[in-house]
């Protein structure tokens, strides 16, 4: 079992940076893609950013590119600039195994975080 912990999420006003944190513990992420969805209230679950394992392939979000920068340490990071009223939503971290490309949609990933609340004001 994969366990995967976010942080870093808080309340901040538009124009502001905030980078998330994705922990993952317990068995090995090799070979894996992590991704950060988002999800506010009434709406569907909506894909972000993705990262495969080798850090070589990215995937964006249409609605956050050229803000939100995705990156791999120890863990893995959402750096969020330029952030927006629209922006406000609880990000997930989400890991999927044996994947070399990165999948946009939630039924792809098999480990989930429990989220982390970001709020965004005017």
């Known amino acids: 079992q994969v366990q995967l912990v976010e942080s870093g999420g808080g309340l901040v006003q538009a124009g502001a940076s905030l980078r998330l944190s994705c922990a993952a513990s317990?068995?090995?992420?090799?070979?894996?893609?992590l991704g950060w969805f988002r999800q506010a209230p009434g709406n569907e679950r909506e894909f972000v950013a993705g990262?495969?394992?080798?850090?070589l392939l990215t995937k964006y979000g249409d609605s956050v590119k050229g803000r939100f920068a995705i990156s791999r340490d120890n863990v893995v990071f959402l750096q969020m600039n330029n952030l927006k009223p629209e922006d406000t939503a609880v990000y997930y971290c989400?890991?999927?195994?044996?994947?070399?490309?990165?999948?946009?949609?939630?039924?792809?990933?098999?480990?989930w975080g429990q989220g982390t609340q970001v709020t965004v004001s005017s």
């Open positions: 989400a890991a999927v195994l044996s994947r070399y490309s990165i999948p946009t949609t939630p039924s792809s990933y098999d480990y």
């Open positions: 317990g068995r090995t992420l090799g070979g894996s893609v």
């Open positions: 990262i495969t394992y080798s850090g």
